[in-house]
C-alpha cells in the first residue's frame, strides 16, 4: 500500500499543482492554478482549483502538441481528454484522478491509502513527498521521447511521457528495471 500525505499543508512551487512535459519548444511546465491565493495554513486536500481561465483547454492542447506523433498517444487521446473535461474542485481530487488513471494504465497494481495525521519526516527511502529530491528517473538511462533528436533526454517529467512514448508493459518494465516500483 502507498500512503498518500492528505495531513500536509499545500506546498507552493511544488510538485503538487505542477508537472513536466516535453514539448517542441524542451520541457514545458503545466501548472493548475489555486484559487484564493497560496496560504501555507491551507491543507492540501482543501486547496481549491481556480477555473478564471480555462487551463484545462490549455493543458490538453499542450499535451495533444507534444505527444500527438507519440508512438501510443491515439490509444489514450480520447480517454486523456475526458480527464481534462472533468472539473473537481480541489487540487486533491484532480491529483488523486490522474494518480489512479496512470497507476492503472501502467498496470501497477497498489491500493492507495491516506495518512491519519501529518509527520513531519519519514525514513528517506519512504518518503516521495519532495518530487524533486525523490525522483527515481535516472537521466543516464534514457527511453525515447518524441523530441530527444532536438533537446536530448529530458528526466524528470510527468509519468505521461513514459506512458506514451514507451506503452503500458514497456513502460511498466523500464519503471520495475530502474528500481520506481
Not at 507534444?66 to 486523456?80: C, D, N, Q, S, V
Not at 532536438?150 to 506514451?164: I, K
Given at each position: 500500500m502507498v500512503l498518500l500525505e492528505n495531513c500536509e499543508h499545500f506546498v507552493k512551487s511544488s510538485a503538487r499543482n505542477r508537472t513536466a512535459i516535453c514539448?517542441?519548444?524542451?520541457?514545458?511546465?503545466?501548472?493548475?492554478?489555486?484559487?484564493?491565493?497560496?496560504?501555507?495554513?491551507?491543507?492540501?486536500?482543501?486547496?481549491?482549483i481556480s477555473y478564471q481561465t480555462d487551463w484545462r483547454k490549455q493543458?490538453?492542447?499542450?499535451?495533444?502538441?507534444?505527444?500527438?506523433?507519440?508512438?501510443?498517444?491515439?490509444?489514450?487521446?480520447?480517454?486523456?481528454?475526458?480527464l481534462f473535461k472533468q472539473q473537481p474542485a480541489l487540487l486533491w481530487d484532480w491529483n488523486l484522478m490522474w494518480t489512479e488513471w496512470l497507476l492503472k494504465k501502467l498496470g501497477i497494481q497498489t491500493k492507495l491509502g491516506w495518512t491519519e495525521k501529518f509527520v513531519a519526516t519519514y525514513p528517506p527511502q519512504l518518503d516521495y513527498r519532495d518530487f524533486e529530491k525523490t525522483n527515481h528517473i535516472d537521466p543516464t538511462s534514457p527511453y525515447y521521447q518524441c523530441f530527444s533528436t532536438?533537446?536530448?533526454?529530458?528526466?524528470?517529467?510527468?509519468?505521461?511521457?513514459?506512458?506514451?512514448n514507451l506503452g503500458p508493459q514497456q513502460a511498466h518494465q523500464y519503471l520495475i528495471s530502474h528500481g520506481s516500483i
Open positions: 514539448s517542441a519548444n524542451g520541457k514545458q511546465l503545466l501548472t493548475v492554478p489555486i484559487a484564493g491565493g497560496r496560504s501555507h495554513k491551507q491543507l492540501y486536500t482543501q486547496t481549491p493543458h490538453w492542447f499542450s499535451i495533444k502538441s507534444a505527444y500527438g506523433k507519440a508512438p501510443f498517444f491515439e490509444f489514450y487521446e480520447l480517454e486523456l481528454e475526458a532536438r533537446f536530448g533526454f529530458l528526466a524528470n517529467l510527468s509519468g505521461l511521457d513514459l506512458l506514451l
